[in-house]
């Protein structure tokens, strides 16, 4: 699809996201599948882009394929720049607003603090992060983790998706040179502050009945590829008694990776992903690749946990004459943000709750290089990941709104306009 057939800018939350609601739609899974450098997600890119350049931001892409729009390009050599964005790909089957509700938010917010006449006293910016969700390549937040060097740009080239294609391959194929990628300390220092906005992904606002919150930290987290491997055979020769079927090992390793989890207060572990090899229904599997994500507060028990996940798998491979191996994918510890910037937003946003969060984000790996917060939307549903993710338009509008005075107070414009309310005609997005 060319952005020529999209729908003009209505200057809304809700209208944007409506501008983009067709695009990466998931006929089999339901929601949205838009993984990195698809043809969903290359055309949401270009919407940005022309969103950008209808507000008159300066945007380029940098050699890890995050969009700058800068508002003042005059600017570039400081080293405060108020940066705000998230990212516009998604799970398999994800929902409509993980992701592209802080892009829309970060356009809308120009637009208020371009209506207020800020003149803003340091430099803006919103950027858009590739393979936040690392649906494709298995890495999250694989362009923050370029950007700030946390992911050796050798690994990165190497990363496979489910096909078998190179990270390299796919990004010469579009268009982004991957000798390039890596470290951008250039780029890194110019960014002052990073403050994401995103759907929340639980209930917290729900129950205290606010639309709008301010982050304070983020689960640790990681991902881990189990593979077990057995005898590939015959469905209708092979006797039970003579199998080493590794499909029968990880369905007892899935029940005992949640049995193990329960045993840890505040730990959560999901296989939600699981590939059987060849795959075919009267194919005994000769291996079985399952994803194992797991989450803790305290990093020294998500290691423990991992660890008793890895010795009962070996336990359980060998009952079923089988073996497995564990190899993590991406580790990223507990995230506290920057404690003064919250307490700016606090000021800024009287009133709004803070919380924490189970979820990953770019802004999670910005925090370690430089202050990073985060604001957090509503969700009625109190579900994400998934096409029942929701945010009413008059929240979406209030988050927009709670961002531009979060980012008016931090570029040192006049004070926050009147607080965040309903706007007129605004309707629930169902
Ligand atoms: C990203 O949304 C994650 O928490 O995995
Ligand atoms: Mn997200
Ligand atoms: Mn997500």
Not at 70 to 75: M, N
Not at 206 to 226: C, E, F, M, T
Request: proline letters at 6%; a negative charge.
């Amino acid at each position: 699809m060319t952005t020529s057939a999209i729908k003009p800018t209505t200057d809304s939350v809700s209208g944007l996201l409506q501008d983009i609601a067709i695009i990466g739609r998931d006929k089999t899974r339901g929601g949205y599948s838009r993984p990195v450098f698809s043809t969903a997600e290359t055309d949401l890119r270009d919407w940005f882009l022309e969103q950008a350049g209808r507000r008159g931001l300066d945007v380029r892409t940098d050699r890890n394929g995050i969009i700058w729009a800068w508002w003042d390009t005059s600017a570039r050599t400081r080293r405060d720049a108020v940066v705000t964005g998230s990212h516009l790909d998604s799970v398999p089957g994800g929902g409509e607003y993980d992701g592209p509700l802080g892009v829309a938010s970060a356009l809308v917010a120009v637009d208020i603090l371009k209506a207020r006449g800020l003149r803003p006293r340091r430099p803006l910016a919103i950027a858009v992060f590739p393979e936040e969700e690392g649906s494709r390549f298995g890495v999250a937040c694989l362009g923050s983790r370029l950007l700030t060097g946390e992911l050796d740009p050798d690994k990165a080239r190497r990363l496979q998706d489910q096909d078998g294609n190179t990270f390299a391959d796919v990004a010469v194929a579009n268009g982004q040179d991957p000798r390039f990628i890596g470290a951008d300390y250039k780029t890194l220092q110019q960014l002052g502050v990073f403050v994401e906005l995103h759907v929340e992904q639980g209930r917290g606002l729900v129950d205290l009945n606010q639309p709008v919150a301010i982050g304070s930290s983020i689960l640790g987290h990681g991902r881990w590829k189990l593979s077990i491997s057995g005898q590939g055979n015959h469905a209708g020769t092979t006797l039970m008694a003579d199998r080493k079927d590794p499909m029968i090992a990880a369905a007892k390793i899935m029940v005992s990776i949640r049995d193990t989890a329960r045993k840890y207060r505040d730990a959560r572990a999901t296989v939600g992903r699981l590939q059987p090899v060849p795959g075919g229904t009267n194919v005994i599997a000769s291996r079985v690749d399952l994803w194992i994500d797991v989450r803790h507060p305290d990093d020294s028990v998500t290691a423990a946990l991992i660890e008793a996940i890895r010795l009962n798998a070996q336990v359980t491979a060998s009952e079923e004459g089988c073996r497995s191996s564990l190899t993590m994918e991406s580790l990223s510890p507990t995230v506290h943000f920057d404690g003064g910037l919250r307490d700016r937003l606090k000021e800024l946003l009287p009133g709004a709750p803070v919380l924490d969060t189970g979820a990953g984000h770019d802004a999670g790996v910005l925090s370690s290089h430089i202050p990073t917060a985060m604001l957090f939307v509503r969700n009625p549903t109190g579900i994400s990941h998934s096409p029942d993710e929701l945010v009413e338009d008059w929240d979406a509008e209030a988050g927009a709104m709670a961002l531009a005075d979060s980012l008016a107070g931090l570029l040192g414009g006049p004070p926050a306009g009147p607080p965040a309310g309903p706007p007129a005609g605004s309707r629930s997005s169902g």
